[in-house]
């Protein structure tokens, strides 16, 4: 136990010299996000034609329901959040939704 101690308190006074120091000695890494896009719904409508799906199935792979997509692509709702961040992915990569494909095709 004493060496789990000796280690973080090591580690500890570490960061606190490195903080109050002028020459910076541990490694800083800066991370930034970037902004959830706010989608068209003509820009909508275009991604999930991309992609070859009816709204029903775009529904089930975007985990919304039927009506959702409907009011997505009338203009008179907006995705949000996790879905803004499917629709962007799905944007970005055209094979997006054939390297995840949550929903299936069974052809008869």
Same mark, same amino acid.
């Given at each position: 136990?004493?060496? /789990?101690?000796?280690?973080? #308190?090591?580690?500890?006074? $570490?960061?606190? $010299?490195?903080?109050?120091?002028?020459?910076?000695?541990?490694?800083?890494? #800066? !991370?930034?996000?970037? &902004? /959830?896009?706010?989608? =068209? &719904?003509?820009?909508?409508?275009?991604?999930?034609? $991309? @992609?070859?799906? =009816?709204?029903?199935?775009? +529904?089930?792979?975007?985990? !919304?329901? !039927?009506?959702? /997509?409907?009011?997505?692509? +009338?203009?008179?709702?907006? &995705?949000?959040? +996790?879905?803004?961040?499917?629709?962007?992915?799905?944007?970005?990569?055209? $094979?997006?939704? @054939?390297?995840? &494909?949550? /929903?299936? @095709?069974?052809?008869?």
């Amino acid at each position: 136990m004493s060496n /789990v101690y000796d280690s973080i #308190m090591s580690g500890l006074m $570490e960061a606190v $010299e490195d903080a109050k120091g002028t020459h910076k000695k541990l490694k800083r890494r #800066m !991370v930034s996000i970037i &902004p /959830v896009k706010d989608y =068209s &719904p003509k820009e909508i409508q275009q991604i999930r034609k $991309e @992609t070859g799906m =009816s709204q029903k199935l775009f +529904a089930g792979y975007m985990g !919304v329901s !039927v009506k959702t /997509v409907e009011a997505w692509e +009338a203009g008179t709702n907006h &995705p949000s959040g +996790a879905a803004s961040r499917i629709l962007n992915m799905m944007e970005m990569d055209s $094979e997006l939704t @054939t390297r995840f &494909p949550f /929903v299936k @095709t069974i052809n008869e």
